[in-house]
């Protein structure tokens, strides 16, 4: 079985970013939030990534 690609949505508005995730999870992918570039650099240095898009 293959895993779930993983996607971290970052986005400083909750809202949005919670409609993002909420989004991304029921077409099928694993998903986490982050609040804004501080939050997205320790999820990066703690799960390691393979492509970032800005």
């Known amino acids: ?3 779930k690609t993983h996607i971290l ?3 400083d508005d909750e ?3 919670l409609l993002l ?3 991304l999870t029921k077409a099928g992918f694993q998903v986490s939030g982050a ?3 501080v939050e997205m650099e320790l ?3 703690a799960r390691g990534i393979r ?3 800005c």
């Open 1 to 3: 079985m293959q895993a």
């Open 9 to 11: 949505v970052v986005d």
């Open 15 to 17: 809202e949005i970013r």
């Open 21 to 23: 995730e909420e989004y």
């Open 35 to 37: 609040e804004d570039g």
């Open 43 to 45: 999820f990066i240095k």
């Open 51 to 53: 492509i970032s898009f």
